[in-house]
């Protein structure tokens, strides 16, 4: 930590040491209505040197006499001014309907007008990444960006986020399907949750490309999709430093209810130590009851504090920035504390060389909780879980201590030592932490030797290290029980696990760009260049049961060496991997007069995974064009200000993960010399070849209304062939699983986004952004005799993707049903259960996705807001089934035990069917085998209208007295989020995972996660 403070300081003082120049100031307004320009760019002529307007318009850049300033801005005429001997220049820019200058970040890390693009592009600059004060920038995007569907993992600051651009690309459980995140043009390791390390209050500038001809450059990595981002850079100038601190507490909402009536038992009667669930009687008259799981869930406490500096010169620029962040959950000991450090700089020793670094820092210490939340939704609520205690500081269990058996002393040996502690023992006695350090390093070097002609030299390599230790403590001492019965629950005496493990990406990439003018009104842009990706990670597992010695001594040399073991939930193991990959990549494009263009890209990559097949790299290319038509055909009126069309062909490889062709050995105990041998049930491949992805997309950029009214839209088609995925084969083959290349995959889909200038005047503004995206994801083909892909298991169900069906779907038990999809009974009133074990019964894929986002500023003040919804997209209850299962769901209430019909047909012997109308009886029994035991019952629409957040600002700079030294701007804001959910879903939330899985994915899968957040934010940001 010392050496980062060292080095922001040794920035901060170089920063100081270049600042020595004459100063120019002034305001830059728009001539429609004569407000300030916000962020304009000023730009010192024949220089790197360069400014933005603040949220006044205003500006102050250190130029020589000779200089020429030159000020733009989105959607207006630049315009350039000599200096002179002006030290005041004030601008007013004039709107222009048919330039649209606006430059985002695309491949490479290339800056090009969006004009120029013919694929989709989406971007966000740094107000609205942060909008909405998330803590992980991710899960935020949701509802920003049309195509875009992200689902976190529960109320936990510990939550995975899962991210998806489109639709997923590979079916398979080990292939992933989250996008390519590069931050500062290069690629960073991990998906959303990965991603999420990253601080918010850093990011200038984030750009989504979505389809393959967008991100065909950035090789297999990029095969679904990439997210860019820039982060913050120094400016020239005056230091400028930044702060910013924020409080916000959070709050469980939509919790599952518990029913109020029931004491645990079986089928309805009181049962001797019954400790969980209410299937017992009715609770006795005047008993007491307690709110477990309310109070379990307590209030969350989130702070985060900035402070970020930039300044230099125009040879030197740096940025600084340092961030803390502490966030306390709404469960007990679930935490996670984070500190970041960037350091950012640009030299520029000559106009033909450009020299950038920067480092990026981040560590975390945290504790999770997981998805756990099972005991406390069905500990009985007769007794109080608070108690978990014993005044010698062991655990309680017996009802004469507050447990919950009746009778402790009645359990055998084997009973008791299977007995369950309350979960407050698991957070305050048991302990457990886990430590991780980041560090991003990225390096480039630019030479131009004449006009047009650059050669960027780039390096990045992420870097992380995480280690997580845990113990439990013994519930029991030894003599306390029979020794027969210790031998299956050692951990019961104490454990301790320590899970070390690091990953590394090294990226090294050289590119060469050329800029030439052919004849006029022609031009021709090359772009050539070579990559290298080295990927490598190990992670060890060293655990161990039965402590030897009696005390706080909770450490692995503690356990018993006895019972250390290979396999099980306390192993001792190691593993490793590593993927080396390269890749050769060009781009061609042409512009007529910037209103007709046309590209084409190549990639040429080989990948380590591969080297066993007998093709080991793959080709890969994409055409794309477009054509402005409003400028083309000189169209333009008071209603049309400019139109224009695209459309793409590309194609992506993307390889296998690491060790498909290795062998798995088991160790041979039955053996008589032991040894090892091949384990048959472990897949392996023979051959392979990439994924490979063909798409097309059409879109258009329309602007209505001197560009208030901006309609961008795309349609797009998507095959996925040669889908890498593990079969059943023959035994004879000397395996039962292999991983082959068979199947196919179609995603096609509409997306939109709709942009307003609603009002915009001197002292009021109001913008809105409306984003529209459905995909239609379809299985076409798979293996011979195979009628699905199971992904992650969750009781009878599975994540699936299923032949004819969705990539997406949903497979578990269902009823046996009549042709128009009734419910078959049987003669006894009771429904026919279907014998096959998996059948489709749900598609977790959305009819659409929505966002609806709008801003308004009066004066000093701006309110924001989002709205986020979809339309379908099935949902899994798990916790409700759970809930059911236990007896502890609150309808249970009024449904348990009464008579009812169950609304379906009977068949009838002539082949026709009739409505049932024989009751049966709602007791657990059947409430077990004929509804609970049926996933399908638990299947829920997952549509959904959220408020995601309302921000209401408010500016007081105005209010500073003139002239004060210190601060030079200060703004406040209150934030409220997930304030409204308009759902059918009778969980806590539909937007939901179990964490970011790889394949079919756990989107949709609602599995007893913690409950969603309601949050409420107070942030305060200064100008110094």
């Known amino acids: 930590m010392r050496r980062q403070v060292l080095l922001l300081l040794f920035s901060l003082f170089a920063i100081v040491g270049f600042a020595q120049q004459r100063t120019v100031t002034g305001t830059v307004v728009s001539a429609e209505d004569g407000l300030p320009v916000i962020g304009a760019s000023i730009h010192v002529k024949g220089s790197s040197q360069g400014a933005t307007t603040d949220l006044d318009g205003k500006y102050s850049i250190k130029v020589n006499e000779n200089a020429s300033l030159t000020f733009s801005y989105v959607g207006m005429q630049p315009k350039t001014v000599q200096v002179g001997n002006q030290s005041v220049i004030n601008v007013t820019l004039t709107s222009s309907?048919?330039?649209?200058?606006?430059?985002?970040?695309?491949?490479?890390?290339?800056?090009?007008?969006?004009?120029?693009?013919?694929?989709?592009v989406q971007s966000l600059n740094a107000d609205e990444v942060t909008a909405g004060q998330s803590a992980n920038f991710v899960n935020s995007l949701q509802g920003k960006i049309a195509g875009v569907q992200v689902s976190g993992s529960g109320g936990s600051p510990n939550s995975s986020s899962q991210i998806i651009i489109r639709a997923i690309s590979s079916i398979n459980s080990g292939q992933n399907n989250e996008p390519l995140f590069i931050i500062d043009g290069m690629p960073m390791r991990g998906g959303g949750s990965s991603a999420g390390d990253i601080n918010p209050n850093d990011i200038e500038n984030m750009t989504v490309l979505k389809g393959a001809a967008a991100s065909a450059l950035y090789g297999s990595e990029a095969a679904n999709g990439v997210i860019l981002i820039t982060t913050k850079s120094g400016k020239t100038g005056q230091i400028v430093v930044n702060g910013s601190a924020s409080v916000q507490i959070d709050n469980s909402v939509r919790i599952p209810k518990i029913q109020q009536k029931y004491a645990p038992g079986n089928l309805g009667f009181y049962k001797e130590n019954s400790v969980s669930g209410g299937w017992g009687p009715l609770l006795k008259e005047g008993e007491r009851t307690y709110d477990n799981v309310g109070n379990f869930l307590g209030t969350g406490l989130y702070q985060k504090y900035d402070v970020n500096a930039s300044g230099g010169t125009d040879k030197f620029t740096a940025y600084a920035s340092f961030n803390y962040t502490s966030t306390d959950g709404v469960v007990p000991e679930d935490y996670k504390n984070r500190m970041g450090a960037l350091l950012k700089a640009t030299f520029t020793p000559s106009k033909w060389v450009k020299i950038n670094a920067s480092l990026n820092y981040i560590d975390t210490k945290s504790r999770s909780f997981g998805n756990s939340m099972s005991s406390i939704y069905t500990w009985p609520i007769n007794n109080d879980m608070r108690v978990y205690k014993t005044p010698l500081g062991k655990p309680v269990y017996s009802i004469e201590d507050g447990g919950r058996y009746d009778n402790w002393n009645a359990l055998t040996d084997a009973d008791k030592i299977a007995a369950g502690v309350s979960p407050y023992w698991g957070r305050y006695e048991d302990g457990g932490e886990t430590q991780s350090s980041r560090t991003i390093l990225?390096?480039?070097?630019?030479?131009?030797?004449?006009?047009?002609?650059?050669?960027?030299?780039?390096?990045?390599?992420?870097?992380?290290?995480?280690?997580?230790?845990?113990?439990?403590?013994?519930?029991?001492?030894?003599?306390?029980?029979?020794?027969?019965?210790?031998?299956?629950?050692?951990?019961?005496?104490?454990?301790?696990?320590?899970?070390?493990?690091?990953?590394?990406?090294?990226?090294?990439?050289?590119?060469?760009?050329?800029?030439?003018?052919?004849?006029?009104?022609?031009?021709?842009?090359?772009?050539?260049?070579?990559?290298?990706?080295?990927?490598?990670?190990?992670?060890?597992?060293?655990?161990?049961?039965?402590?030897?010695?009696?005390?706080?001594?909770?450490?692995?040399?503690?356990?018993?060496?006895?019972?250390?073991?290979?396999?099980?939930?306390?192993?001792?193991?190691?593993?490793?991997?590593?993927?080396?990959?390269?890749?050769?990549?060009?781009?061609?494009?042409?512009?007529?007069?910037?209103?007709?263009?046309?590209?084409?890209?190549?990639?040429?990559?080989?990948?380590?995974?591969?080297?066993?097949?007998?093709?080991?790299?793959?080709?890969?290319?994409?055409?794309?064009?477009?054509?402005?038509?409003?400028?083309?055909?000189?169209?333009?009126?008071?209603?049309?200000?400019?139109?224009?069309?695209?459309?793409?062909?590309?194609?992506?490889?993307?390889?296998?993960?690491?060790?498909?062709?290795?062998?798995?050995?088991?160790?041979?105990?039955?053996?008589?010399d032991g040894g090892y041998s091949v384990d048959p049930t472990a897949s392996y491949a023979i051959t392979l070849e990439p994924e490979m992805t063909k798409s097309w997309e059409i879109g258009a950029d329309l602007r209505f209304f001197d560009s208030r009214t901006r309609l961008d839209v795309a349609y797009y088609s998507t095959t996925v062939n040669n889908q890498i995925v593990t079969v059943r084969v023959s035994p004879s083959s000397g395996t039962i699983l292999q991983v082959r290349n068979e199947g196919s995959i179609e995603n096609h889909g509409v997306e939109a986004t709709l942009s307003q200038d609603i009002l915009r005047s001197k002292d009021f503004e109001w913008t809105a952004n409306l984003n529209f995206g459905l995909n239609r994801g379809v299985v076409k083909s798979l293996p011979e005799d195979v009628s699905?892909?199971?992904?992650?298991?969750?009781?009878?169900?599975?994540?699936?993707?299923?032949?004819?069906?969705?990539?997406?779907?949903?497979?578990?038990?269902?009823?046996?049903?009549?042709?128009?999809?009734?419910?078959?009974?049987?003669?006894?009133?009771?429904?026919?259960?279907?014998?096959?074990?998996?059948?489709?019964?749900?598609?977790?894929?959305?009819?659409?996705?929505?966002?609806?986002?709008?801003?308004?500023?009066?004066?000093?003040?701006?309110?924001?807001?989002?709205?986020?919804?979809?339309?379908?997209?099935?949902?899994?209850?798990?916790?409700?089934?759970?809930?059911?299962?236990?007896?502890?769901?609150?309808?249970?209430?009024?449904?348990?035990?009464?008579?009812?019909v169950v609304k379906g047909v009977v068949a009838q012997p002539d082949g026709t069917y009739v409505q049932n109308n024989k009751p049966i009886i709602l007791n657990q029994t059947n409430l077990n085998t004929y509804f609970y035991g049926v996933s399908s019952n638990f299947i829920e629409d997952g549509s959904y209208l959220r408020l995601s957040y309302v921000t209401v600002g408010y500016d007081f700079t105005r209010f500073l007295k003139k002239g004060n030294p210190y601060i030079k701007g200060l703004r406040a804001s209150i934030t409220g989020r997930n304030l409204f959910l308009l759902t059918k879903y009778s969980g806590s939330d539909p937007q939901i995972s179990t964490s970011a899985a790889y394949g079919t994915g756990t989107m949709g899968i609602d599995n007893m996660s913690i409950p969603a957040t309601r949050s409420f934010n107070f942030t305060i940001n200064a100008t110094f």
């Open 97 to 120: 309907s048919t330039q649209l200058d606006e430059v985002v970040v695309t491949a490479m890390g290339i800056r090009e007008e969006k004009k120029k693009l013919n694929f989709a």
């Open 442 to 672: 990225n390096g480039s070097i630019e030479w131009t030797p004449i006009k047009d002609l650059t050669f960027t030299g780039k390096i990045a390599y992420d870097k992380g290290y995480t280690t997580s230790d845990a113990y439990a403590k013994p519930r029991f001492d030894k003599d306390e029980l029979d020794e027969s019965v210790i031998s299956k629950y050692l951990y019961k005496f104490g454990s301790y696990k320590f899970e070390p493990s690091r990953s590394e990406l090294l990226t090294i990439q050289g590119l060469a760009t050329y800029k030439v003018d052919l004849f006029k009104d022609f031009s021709m842009n090359l772009l050539a260049g070579a990559e290298i990706m080295i990927n490598k990670s190990y992670e060890a597992t060293m655990a161990g049961q039965e402590f030897v010695l009696e005390g706080d001594y909770y450490s692995f040399n503690n356990t018993n060496t006895e019972n250390w073991l290979k396999t099980g939930d306390y192993p001792i193991s190691y593993f490793r991997s590593k993927k080396n990959k390269y890749g050769y990549f060009g781009e061609l494009r042409f512009d007529y007069k910037g209103i007709a263009q046309l590209s084409g890209t190549a990639r040429y990559d080989g990948s380590s995974t591969l080297k066993q097949a007998e093709k080991s790299s793959y080709f890969y290319p994409s055409v794309t064009a477009g054509l402005i038509f409003s400028e083309l055909f000189h169209i333009s009126n008071d209603w049309f200000s400019y139109g224009k069309i695209r459309g793409n062909w590309a194609q992506v490889g993307k390889d296998a993960t690491p060790n498909k062709f290795t062998k798995a050995y088991r160790e041979a105990s039955t053996f008589p």
């Open 788 to 900: 699905e892909i199971q992904g992650t298991q969750f009781s009878d169900i599975y994540t699936t993707a299923y032949l004819n069906g969705s990539t997406t779907g949903i497979s578990g038990k269902d009823y046996m049903r009549a042709p128009d999809g009734q419910i078959l009974i049987d003669e006894d009133g009771y429904p026919i259960i279907n014998p096959a074990k998996s059948v489709y019964i749900g598609n977790r894929e959305p009819d659409f996705l929505m966002g609806l986002s709008s801003t308004f500023r009066w004066k000093d003040l701006t309110v924001s807001f989002l709205l986020d919804g979809r339309v379908g997209g099935d949902v899994y209850n798990g916790t409700a089934r759970s809930l059911f299962t236990n007896g502890m769901h609150k309808s249970l209430e009024n449904y348990r035990n009464r008579e009812v």
